[in-house]
């Protein structure tokens, strides 16, 4: 379900156990129930829900204790935030914490931008979550979920998402524009409603004033009897291996005859040329072997041998462990030297020769290391592509990338750079490689050949090479509305002539949806109708 917040004069809502609380503590300030200043709502889970009621205000340093530890995912933190003067650093919005700043879950503000971020034992990961102003009332929602997820929206905007280290354990203190260090505002924030919720549809149906859209579907453009049609390959239940829909696509990278219409008009498409049929895929990485497997513990060129799939120009240090983190496979490598030293070509992989722009990226951390002052790593494109940037290299683990804009055939070669007085050694660990098409970075997909990949949680489209598969649709007039997704992004073409025949529904080399209606959409209309097809390409 979409999430939007709406200002009311809430200053801090909480979820406790119930019947365990009389009183809240915001800064110096305690409210209670006597007061009319804290309201309980049930939630028949053995929760209450807190309300704390005082008007709005600037409450640049308020510190609310959270009774109820948040102990795992799902967690949910809405806000409605106004920024009161521009940040000459690092502004913290909210923050939930166990009492430290080495576990908490933050939201703050840097360089005009909203990030997100998350610290688990001291290592911290963030992610930008988009742009605010000065004097503007900003909606903010941010989802931890179970998956390992973090889901984070900006004003009713498509959700930006990254993955998770961990979740943090023993959460049981919100604070209000500050750290546990203490406040780090610069001029303050102006705050509407704050929730934390462990349960996102209870915590709905519990508090007045936040609420819950009902996610928007195409579906509701077809409600007065429009013409048209709604393709969904996100929905393996509408796609077929033949144009008769008696055998059902059961699972990726199967190839698909027919896909069926969701308007309620009843027209699908089909394509009854078994070459020219797509295929139902969920590909992202495009890389093969991500997991890093096939390496071999010693010195390179003297029996060590690197990942299959990855090569050296000149070998240059020595494999001295793989395995699997977290789930993703990893192999380490050993470097030494004297004073300053650059690997120019530590790592090559296998040639790129997919559609551009496209985005290589890899997480990376130094095992271990001594004698070093400092290191880096950047991604170089080879082939006159250029070397990115320095960026830090460290025992925290982080992710590079480097955006490919240019097409044709190339590689990328991993750079490490060392600064140090004298004798040094350093390991560092490499895992999670990717290669996809566009200019940013996705949530990592594991994929061990061009078949076998992770597909759970990855958006499906139908995968064309020069295919065709077509909808016969009646006269839709003068004045039609068409809208797909494709890896170029989405289009809405409105005032469209759609005579009665055949209408193409693939529309580039991956189609993640696609509509057509006979009547111009209104404003509200094509922006969720842009906003429903951007979330099925997950371009965020």
Same mark, same amino acid.
Not at 312 to 335: H, I, M, N, W
Not at 485 to 496: I, M, S, V, Y
């Given at each position: 379900?979409?999430?939007? &917040?709406?200002?009311?004069?809430?200053?801090?809502?909480?979820?406790?156990?119930?019947?365990?609380?009389?009183?809240?503590?915001?800064?110096?300030?305690?409210?209670?129930?006597?007061?009319?200043?804290?309201?309980?709502?049930?939630?028949?889970? @053995?929760?209450?829900?807190?309300?704390?009621?005082?008007?709005? =205000?600037?409450?640049?340093?308020?510190?609310?204790?959270?009774?109820?530890?948040?102990?795992?995912?799902?967690?949910?933190?809405?806000?409605?935030?106004?920024?009161?003067?521009?940040?000459?650093?690092? !502004?913290?919005?909210?923050?939930?914490?166990?009492?430290?700043?080495?576990?908490?879950?933050?939201?703050?503000?840097?360089?005009?931008?909203?990030?997100?971020?998350?610290?688990?034992? =001291?290592?911290?990961?963030?992610?930008?979550?988009?742009?605010?102003?000065?004097?503007?009332?900003?909606?903010?929602?941010?989802?931890?979920?179970?998956?390992?997820?973090?889901?984070?929206?900006?004003?009713?905007?498509?959700?930006?998402?990254?993955?998770?280290?961990?979740?943090?354990?023993?959460?049981?203190?919100?604070?209000?524009?500050?750290?546990?260090?203490?406040?780090?505002?610069?001029?303050?924030?102006?705050?509407?409603?704050?929730?934390?919720?462990?349960?996102?549809?209870?915590?709905?149906?519990?508090?007045?004033?936040?609420?819950?859209?009902?996610?928007?579907?195409?579906?509701?453009?077809?409600?007065?009897?429009?013409?048209?049609?709604?393709?969904?390959?996100?929905?393996?239940?509408?796609?077929?291996?033949?144009?008769?829909?008696?055998?059902?696509?059961?699972?990726?990278?199967?190839?698909?005859?027919?896909?069926?219409?969701?308007?309620?008009?009843?027209?699908?498409?089909?394509?009854?040329?078994?070459?020219?049929?797509?295929?139902?895929?969920?590909?992202?990485?495009?890389?093969?072997?991500?997991?890093?497997?096939?390496?071999?513990?010693?010195?390179?060129?003297? @029996?060590?041998?690197?990942?299959?799939?990855?090569?050296?120009?000149?070998?240059?240090?020595?494999?001295?462990?793989?395995?699997?983190? !977290?789930?993703?496979?990893?192999?380490?490598?050993?470097?030494?030297?004297?004073?300053?030293?650059?690997?120019?070509?530590?790592?090559?992989?296998?040639?790129?020769?997919?559609?551009?722009?496209?985005?290589?990226?890899?997480?990376?951390?130094?095992?271990?290391?001594?004698?070093?002052?400092?290191?880096?790593?950047?991604?170089?494109?080879?082939?006159?592509?250029?070397?990115? !940037?320095?960026?830090?290299?460290?025992?925290?683990?982080?992710?590079?990338?480097?955006?490919?804009?240019?097409?044709?055939?190339?590689?990328?070669?991993?750079?490490?750079?060392?600064?140090?007085?004298?004798?040094?050694?350093?390991?560092?660990?490499?895992?999670?490689?990717?290669?996809?098409?566009?200019?940013?970075?996705?949530?990592?997909?594991?994929?061990?050949?061009?078949?076998?990949?992770?597909?759970?949680?990855?958006?499906?489209?139908?995968?064309?090479? &020069?295919?065709?598969?077509?909808?016969?649709?009646?006269?839709?007039?003068?004045?039609?509305?068409?809208?797909?997704?494709?890896?170029?992004?989405?289009?809405?073409?409105?005032?469209?002539?759609?005579?009665?025949?055949?209408?193409?529904?693939?529309?580039?080399?991956?189609?993640?949806?696609?509509?057509?209606?006979?009547?111009?959409?209104?404003?509200?209309?094509?922006?969720?109708?842009?906003?429903?097809?951007?979330?099925?390409?997950?371009?965020?």
């Amino acid at each position: 379900m979409a999430i939007s &917040a709406v200002r009311q004069d809430v200053a801090a809502i909480l979820t406790c156990a119930r019947d365990s609380v009389a009183s809240v503590t915001v800064d110096a300030a305690t409210y209670d129930f006597a007061a009319n200043e804290l309201v309980r709502y049930p939630r028949g889970d @053995g929760l209450h829900v807190l309300r704390i009621e005082p008007e709005n =205000g600037a409450r640049a340093a308020d510190r609310a204790t959270v009774p109820s530890p948040v102990a795992a995912p799902p967690v949910q933190i809405t806000a409605t935030v106004r920024l009161l003067a521009d940040q000459a650093g690092v !502004a913290t919005v909210l923050q939930i914490d166990n009492g430290t700043d080495t576990d908490r879950l933050r939201l703050f503000v840097s360089g005009g931008d909203l990030v997100a971020g998350v610290t688990v034992d =001291g290592a911290s990961i963030a992610m930008v979550v988009g742009a605010v102003s000065v004097g503007v009332d900003h909606e903010i929602a941010v989802q931890y979920l179970a998956d390992g997820r973090v889901l984070a929206s900006l004003d009713g905007g498509a959700a930006r998402e990254f993955d998770l280290i961990d979740m943090p354990a023993g959460l049981n203190t919100l604070r209000i524009g500050a750290t546990a260090a203490g406040v780090d505002v610069a001029g303050g924030f102006e705050f509407g409603p704050i929730a934390v919720s462990p349960d996102p549809v209870a915590f709905a149906d519990a508090v007045a004033g936040l609420v819950f859209v009902e996610e928007f579907t195409p579906a509701s453009l077809f409600a007065n009897g429009e013409k048209g049609a709604w393709y969904d390959p996100s929905d393996m239940a509408t796609l077929f291996k033949d144009t008769g829909a008696a055998a059902p696509i059961t699972d990726v990278e199967q190839i698909a005859a027919r896909i069926d219409d969701k308007s309620g008009n009843v027209q699908s498409a089909t394509q009854a040329t078994l070459s020219a049929r797509p295929t139902l895929s969920a590909r992202l990485n495009l890389k093969t072997n991500s997991d890093l497997t096939g390496s071999v513990n010693g010195v390179l060129g003297s @029996g060590g041998s690197l990942p299959t799939g990855w090569s050296q120009f000149t070998p240059v240090g020595e494999v001295v462990g793989s395995g699997v983190e !977290a789930g993703l496979g990893y192999f380490d490598l050993r470097l030494t030297g004297s004073g300053d030293k650059t690997f120019l070509n530590l790592l090559v992989s296998s040639s790129i020769n997919a559609d551009f722009p496209a985005v290589v990226s890899v997480s990376s951390y130094i095992v271990e290391s001594t004698g070093i002052t400092s290191a880096s790593l950047k991604l170089d494109g080879s082939f006159g592509g250029g070397i990115q !940037a320095d960026t830090v290299l460290t025992d925290v683990k982080k992710r590079f990338s480097r955006i490919k804009e240019a097409s044709g055939f190339g590689q990328y070669r991993w750079v490490v750079s060392v600064v140090a007085p004298a004798s040094w050694s350093m390991t560092i660990r490499l895992l999670a490689v990717q290669q996809e098409i566009g200019t940013s970075v996705s949530r990592y997909q594991r994929a061990t050949t061009l078949t076998d990949y992770d597909a759970v949680g990855f958006p499906q489209y139908l995968a064309s090479d &020069a295919d065709s598969m077509t909808a016969t649709m009646p006269d839709l007039g003068a004045d039609a509305t068409l809208a797909y997704a494709t890896d170029a992004g989405t289009a809405l073409l409105t005032g469209q002539t759609i005579g009665a025949g055949g209408v193409e529904v693939l529309r580039g080399a991956r189609t993640y949806g696609f509509v057509v209606v006979d009547r111009a959409l209104t404003e509200s209309e094509a922006i969720d109708l842009t906003a429903y097809l951007d979330a099925k390409r997950r371009a965020e």
